[in-house]
């Protein structure tokens, strides 16, 4: 798998990703789609919601900040895009932690077909059907590494979608193949936006290779947590706040090539 090309075409095509997204965090989304070489664009007015799918690359949906009303809209833009053959990516934030918020994931999910659903660990097995305490949105319990890809595997096939488990390492599959991405730093679940902008970032990169959405989720989780590394590397002393713009400062320089030195994953 070579992670540089993947970069570099999201960079070349610029492709537009549609975000219906939650409002604490879609200043982060929006740059960081932008560091990378991607076009942000936010609208989620069921007016206007499935044109704006039907005319974009990529389709983000995250339920960070959630009422019926964008889930109408999500599923508007869900079902234009899945119409048109444009690739969907799902977050679903703090799913688990409440029984609307369940609701309102399972109804998206039955309605909109997936390329990529991203989430920590406590969101995907809730998702998933499975047990575990949700802290808020923050993951609230422990699952051994192995016994989560065997899981994300079964949810891939299920769901007939990649299916990414964000954590120390990063767990992508697609029910075949698998990969455990090394990349990131702990810190990096100290700030708001670091797991939007990692859907964001799986956004763009299936924006650019709607074919691949394996391949381009595997390149962006290992683009953002070396772009992790490196900002808390830099800034780290500084504080949190420059530690936060300095990933976007380190997604904004990240070449193919220096994308290529520092990916650290293991293929299965």
Not at 92 to 115: K, L, W, Y
Not at 128 to 147: N, S
């Amino acid at each position: 798998m070579e992670l540089s090309e993947y970069l570099d075409r999201v960079r070349k095509l610029n492709p537009l990703v549609h975000h219906i997204t939650n409002y604490v965090t879609v200043n982060d989304c929006a740059n960081a789609c932008l560091a990378v070489g991607a076009s942000p664009v936010m609208a989620d007015a069921i007016d206007e919601a499935g044109d704006m799918a039907s005319i974009s690359s990529a389709l983000v949906l995250n339920i960070g900040t959630l009422n019926v009303s964008k889930v109408e809209s999500m599923i508007e833009a869900g079902r234009s895009a899945n119409a048109g053959g444009i690739p969907v990516i799902f977050d679903p934030v703090g799913q688990g932690a409440t029984d609307f918020r369940n609701r309102m994931a399972a109804e998206i999910m039955s309605h909109v077909s997936m390329s990529v659903v991203r989430g920590n660990m406590s969101e995907i097995l809730s998702l998933g059907g499975e047990h575990i305490h949700t802290k808020g949105v923050d993951t609230g319990g422990a699952v051994e590494i192995r016994e989560a890809e065997a899981i994300a595997s079964r949810l891939a096939e299920k769901w007939k979608a990649v299916v990414v488990i964000s954590g120390a390492s990063d767990i992508v599959t697609d029910g075949k193949h698998h990969v455990l991405i090394h990349n990131g730093c702990p810190q990096m679940s100290l700030i708001t936006g670091s797991g939007c902008m990692c859907s964001t970032l799986i956004g763009a990169f299936c924006g650019a290779h709607p074919e691949d959405p394996f391949g381009s989720a595997a390149a962006a989780m290992a683009v953002m947590g070396l772009a992790g590394e490196r900002a808390w590397d830099k800034w780290g002393r500084e504080g949190l706040g420059h530690f936060h713009m300095g990933i976007l400062d380190e997604l904004g320089r990240m070449t193919g090539e220096s994308l290529a030195k520092g990916a650290r994953y293991e293929e299965n």
